[in-house]
């Protein structure tokens, strides 16, 4: 709202209408909002919750009003969740954390509690998704990591074409390639010729069917060795298509 626009108004409006409007369009902010809300009393009783409050606990608001928050969430009643709570009852001060457990469910959620009439207000939103895609890289990092530290084992990557675009210096090692050397070429090309044929068509049924497969091939080495190995297979799988292939390679 334009400044001489809520000066007409304020001026026209009486302060009956002036009340009903500022309720309404405060109600209509919490409902439409992201986050859940909750407000607290200063006896942590609840006074008011949003529709995605609602949704969230499965409750409608008549049947949490008047409730403390330990009846909401008993597996939040600890009590360095107690003590920041009411840090912002006693401080008038903003605090912001991360939660998880059965009090959210299995999902994991940042908190921002404030200072709110009456008491303190609280927004959660869900970061569970976010949560787990840094779960998964740091898993991705941590399962490379392991592989590395047994000599043995290699890891692969490979685009939907089978063209090699993960190649660990431990692997160009093994065949003898230089890394450009191996960047231009598929994985079933380092493969004795007799077993290309096998090796492409298993490849193709793990990119079709998703399903992970361990293999036993020949590789050729630069210098003509041959290189029996196990292959782990798995499909790199976005939105229910499989983007390309992982493989993890150990010297038989």
């Not at 070429?185 to 497969?213: I, K, N, Y």
């Amino acid at each position: 709202m334009s400044a001489d626009m809520y000066s007409s108004w304020s001026s026209s409006a009486s302060p009956a209408q002036s009340g009903s409007l500022l309720e309404t369009s405060h109600a209509a902010v919490l409902d439409h909002m992201a986050e859940a809300f909750m407000a607290l009393d200063d006896r942590m009783r609840i006074s008011a919750v949003n529709h995605v409050f609602e949704a969230m606990m499965g409750l409608s608001a008549s049947q949490m009003l008047g409730r403390t928050w330990e009846d909401l969430f008993p597996s939040f009643t600890s009590a360095v969740l107690r003590e920041r709570l009411q840090r912002v009852l006693r401080t008038r001060e903003a605090q912001e954390f991360e939660a998880s457990g059965d009090g959210f469910g299995r999902h994991r959620y940042s908190v921002h509690a404030f200072p709110y009439p009456g008491g303190l207000a609280v927004l959660i939103q869900n970061r569970t998704a976010e949560h787990e895609l840094r779960l998964a890289a740091h898993e991705g990092k941590a399962l490379e990591e392991a592989l590395g530290a047994l000599s043995k084992v290699m890891v692969l990557r490979l685009n939907m074409h089978g063209l090699l675009t993960g190649i660990g210096r431990d692997f160009a090692d093994l065949v003898g390639f230089t890394h450009e050397e191996l960047a231009v070429r598929r994985l079933t090309d380092l493969a004795q010729h007799t077993e290309q044929t096998g090796l492409a068509d298993a490849l193709e049924s793990v990119m079709e069917t998703a399903r992970p497969a361990q293999l036993d091939a020949t590789l050729i080495a630069k210098d003509g060795r041959a290189l029996p190995v196990r292959l782990g297979v798995s499909a790199i799988v976005d939105d229910l298509t499989s983007q390309g292939l992982v493989a993890t390679v150990a010297i038989a």
